[in-house]
């Protein structure tokens, strides 16, 4: 791999792409809780903390549209729908596990510097 470059994230290019789907709030979060196996809606809502129907449908569909998630309807009575990591999704459980690494090393001195900058707020910032 070379070294980054920030034209590396110019808009458009698969850098930037692949940030943007990561970065989206509820991704990683709807990833992890497919990870297991398949899951109708209303427990994949369950599972997700704080993501409301129409979020999570339109996350959904998001996430359906760039490959990560697979749509299954089924006809029965009353007919349902799973969703489904493809592999592609699945292969964002290694960043999201990056992600969850740095967070538990670095999570700590984020607090503290918000902390920190939050109890500056009265005085003057610096620029």
Known sequence: MTEDRLGDYEVG????MA???LAHKWTLLIVLALKRGPLRFTR???LVPGV??????DSLRELERDGIVDRQAFVA???HVEYSLT???HSLCEPARAIRAWAEKNGAAVISARQSFDG???SPRRR
Do not use: C, E, F, K
């Open 44 to 46: 994949l809502r369950a």
């Open 87 to 89: 592999a592609l999704g």
């Open 52 to 57: 409301t129907s129409q979020v999570l449908r």
């Open 120 to 122: 500056d707020a009265g």
């Open 19 to 21: 940030l943007n789907v």
């Open 13 to 16: 290019s698969p850098t930037r």
């Open 77 to 79: 009575v009353p007919p």
